[in-house]
């Protein structure tokens, strides 16, 4: 089974910025991509950013300048750099984690934290 722990957020004001981090353990599984989806009040989950264990990343388009996701393979964890946030981020952000192992691929999901940026 794999475990999915997520640290960070909180409360900020506008144009500040916050980290979040995952961290990913599972034993004989491979994790071939890390991100982050997040879902505001009455919103469905979306995608926010991701990095594949090449370290190809891609952004949504409203976080691109603002956001950026890095990942340290050999821990097997995954950061979210924000920056000069807007109240329109506030949302419960997810990590997400793409699993490998037996050439199956599997997803999880981290437990949520939230991220509220006050005007």
């Not at 004001?13 to 979040?20: K, N, P, R, V």
């Not at 952004?59 to 950026?68: A, H, I, M, P, Q």
């Not at 920056?83 to 999880?108: F, H, I, M, W």
Request: hydrophobic share 30%; aromatic share 10%.
């Amino acid at each position: 089974q794999v475990q999915v722990v997520e640290s960070g957020g909180g409360l900020v004001q506008a144009g500040g910025s916050l980290t979040l981090s995952c961290a990913a353990s599972g034993s004989s599984f491979s994790f071939v991509a890390m991100g982050w989806y997040r879902q505001g009040p009455g919103t469905q989950r979306e995608f926010v950013a991701i990095v594949r264990t090449g370290g190809n990343t891609n952004y949504e388009d409203s976080v691109k300048g603002r956001f950026t996701i890095s990942r340290d393979n050999a821990k097997n964890t995954v950061h979210l750099q924000m920056d000069s946030l807007k109240p329109e981020d506030t949302a419960v952000y997810y990590c997400y984690v793409e699993a490998l192992r037996s050439g199956n691929t599997y997803q999880y999901w981290g437990q949520g934290t939230q991220v509220t940026v006050s005007s």
